[in-house]
């Protein structure tokens, strides 16, 4: 009998936990790269990105879904889990480290947020594959 409700007790606690995540739905304006000289261009492919969106969890750091192409926003996979440098609570941004070390890359999500007042949150994430996206985010 313990065992169930220890059971429940966990299951409705993690219900609650994942109730309470804060998520942002962040659009992309800009997709762009380094050139060989240390100069921002535009990306070959952001025509495939403008105007698409993804979603990151507050908490986790992770990169949910995405109306683009997943496999090249996502900031995780089976050996390399994101790290929240810093959430968005109080008066910190959000900051979003993936170390890939088997690939030597990494991914790097920045969000401002010194204002709380203000509704769009500017972003960049650079992802694993080198290229920056940057736009705006908004609590889900």
């Known amino acids: 009998m ?14 609650c936990h994942y109730a309470k995540a804060e998520v942002y739905i962040c659009s992309i304006v800009n997709v762009f790269g380094l050139n060989d000289n240390g100069y921002f261009v535009t990306h070959g492919w952001k025509g495939n990105y403008v105007k698409r969106q993804f979603r990151i969890d507050n908490e986790t750091g992770r990169v949910l879904n995405t109306t683009a192409l997943k496999t090249r926003l996502s900031n995780e996979n089976e050996e390399n889990k994101p790290v929240v440098i810093s959430s968005n609570k109080n008066s910190n941004s959000l900051k979003v480290f993936t170390h890939f ?15 709380k007042k203000v509704v769009d949150k500017p972003y960049f994430y650079h992802t694993e594959i080198g290229m920056t996206l940057s736009g705006t985010c908004q609590k889900e």
């Open 101 to 115: 070390k088997n690939n030597q890359t990494y991914a790097l999500f920045h969000m401002n947020d010194f204002d």
């Open 2 to 15: 313990n065992m169930i409700k220890m059971i429940i007790f966990i299951i409705f606690f993690s219900t």
